[in-house]
């Protein structure tokens, strides 16, 4: 059709649609349009009347959109520099109104497109749609783009952060758990603060429980950091408390166990037992089997906060076995108080001696008449004076 032609049959197109609106319902509306962006002669006019398609936000035009995907898709022609980059905002038009529309049927378009593009911000976009349109088909090949992207960085940091986001974005709609472990790595990686951003909100997302992935992350990865993190993602995560417990149990072994390799591997495996050490609490773990590794952090040199919060984690337990591990402790500050060896600080003699009285137990009662001839200060000598009441 020549330019006169075209112009003529979008006259009639805007006259009928634009000029007497609700004069033709939407398929009729559709079928206008459609006539109008096939005889278009440009790729510039072409965009220009899908942006008026595109408003119409009628699911009547998902054949329509795939249709003019799929022949731009299979396009041969030359095209300039000019060209190129209207064409691929043509696609970016079309597959954010596919994902919009939720058209699951254009799932192959859409990959071919996303495999296909040169342009870094349309293969974000066009992975985007994949997840809106629910297309869980593609996870796998989804989360292979962002493992790889992750373990590769170009030169292109713009680019790789429009597909990275674009992943993200999908493998959060899809919320299969194959997306879960290349979302967190994504996390750990040296994106961009808006890119961790979503990256932490998609992982509550993809999935409630995400324990097993994690747990297996945080005895194989070698990176201490990343054990850390994979901690927190399980502290964050909406699992189970038993999972949690289980997970801050096995995260207490490794940082027991490993050696560090130099003073910033210290500083992870501390905060890795603080963090294992605060979930027993905020879970209230009651389980005997995790008291003496639980223990262990009371006769390790290390520091006050850290035993405090071993401390704590024994005391909202309610077995013998924490009670017996208190005692202990505590007998051993006698000892060392009685020996002369006084501590530079009795909050922690205090924290233990309040611990024993909440625990219901009677194992502690000597350890506590010997506190108050032991040469302590009075104010150590009045909690065990009240924890002697509370347990009589």
């Known amino acids: 059709m020549n330019r006169i032609s075209y112009q003529t049959l979008l006259l009639i197109a805007l006259s009928v649609i634009l000029v007497v609106p609700g004069v033709v319902f939407p398929d009729e509306a559709t079928e206008v349009w459609a006539k109008v962006y096939k005889h278009a002669p440009s790729l510039q006019q072409k965009y220009a009347v899908m942006l008026n398609i595109v408003e119409l936000d009628n699911r009547d035009v998902i054949s329509l959109l795939i249709e003019a995907l799929d022949d731009?898709?299979?396009?041969?022609?030359?095209?300039?520099?000019?060209?190129?980059?209207?064409?691929?905002?043509?696609?970016?038009?079309?597959?954010?109104?596919?994902?919009?529309?939720?058209?699951?049927?254009?799932?192959?378009?859409?990959?071919?497109?996303?495999?296909?593009?040169?342009?870094?911000?349309?293969?974000?976009?066009?992975?985007?749609?994949?997840?809106?349109?629910?297309?869980?088909?593609?996870?796998?090949?989804?989360?292979?783009?962002?493992?790889?992207?992750?373990l590769y960085r170009g030169d292109d940091l713009r680019g790789e952060e429009a597909i990275a986001f674009g992943c993200i974005v999908a493998l959060e709609r899809l919320k299969e758990p194959e997306g879960y472990a290349p979302v967190f790595y994504a996390l750990n990686?040296?994106?961009?603060?808006?890119?961790?951003?979503?990256?932490?909100?998609?992982?509550?997302?993809?999935?409630?429980?995400?324990?097993?992935?994690?747990?297996?992350?945080?005895?194989?990865?070698?990176?201490?950091?990343?054990?850390?993190?994979?901690?927190?993602?399980?502290?964050?995560?909406?699992?189970?408390?038993?999972?949690?417990?289980?997970?801050?149990?096995?995260?207490?072994?490794?940082?027991?166990?490993?050696?560090?390799?130099?003073?910033?591997?210290?500083?992870?495996?501390?905060?890795?037992?603080?963090?294992?050490?605060?979930?027993?609490?905020?879970?209230?773990?009651?389980?005997?089997?995790?008291?003496?590794?639980?223990?262990?952090?009371?006769?390790?040199?290390?520091?006050?906060?850290?035993?405090?919060?071993?401390?704590?984690?024994?005391?909202?337990m309610s077995n013998d076995a924490a009670a017996k591990a208190m005692n202990r402790f505590f007998a051993h500050q006698n000892s060392r108080q009685g020996s002369g060896v006084t501590a530079s600080n009795n909050r922690l003699v205090i924290a233990t001696i309040r611990a024993i009285g909440n625990a219901n137990s009677n194992v502690g009662t000597h350890e506590l008449l010997m506190a108050k001839y032991s040469g302590y200060p009075a104010s150590v000598v009045r909690e065990a004076d009240k924890a002697i009441k509370a347990l009589e």
């Open 189 to 316: 990686d040296g994106f961009s603060r808006r890119i961790k951003k979503i990256a932490k909100r998609a992982l509550l997302n993809i999935m409630e429980d995400p324990s097993e992935i994690l747990k297996d992350i945080l005895i194989n990865e070698s990176k201490l950091n990343i054990k850390l993190n994979a901690l927190k993602a399980e502290d964050n995560s909406n699992a189970p408390a038993e999972k949690k417990i289980n997970i801050a149990y096995a995260a207490l072994e490794q940082g027991l166990n490993v050696k560090p390799p130099d003073i910033k591997g210290r500083t992870y495996l501390r905060e890795l037992r603080m963090l294992a050490l605060e979930m027993f609490s905020g879970n209230k773990a009651d389980d005997s089997e995790v008291v003496p590794s639980i223990e262990k952090v009371l006769y390790m040199d290390s520091n006050f906060g850290e035993k405090m919060n071993a401390i704590e984690a024994l005391r909202v």
């Open 72 to 150: 731009l898709n299979n396009q041969s022609i030359e095209l300039d520099k000019k060209e190129i980059v209207i064409q691929n905002d043509l696609k970016s038009l079309i597959v954010n109104e596919l994902g919009d529309l939720k058209a699951s049927e254009a799932g192959p378009y859409i990959y071919r497109t996303v495999k296909e593009a040169e342009d870094p911000f349309l293969k974000g976009e066009a992975i985007s749609a994949l997840g809106k349109t629910g297309a869980k088909v593609y996870t796998r090949n989804i989360a292979l783009i962002l493992k790889n992207l992750t």
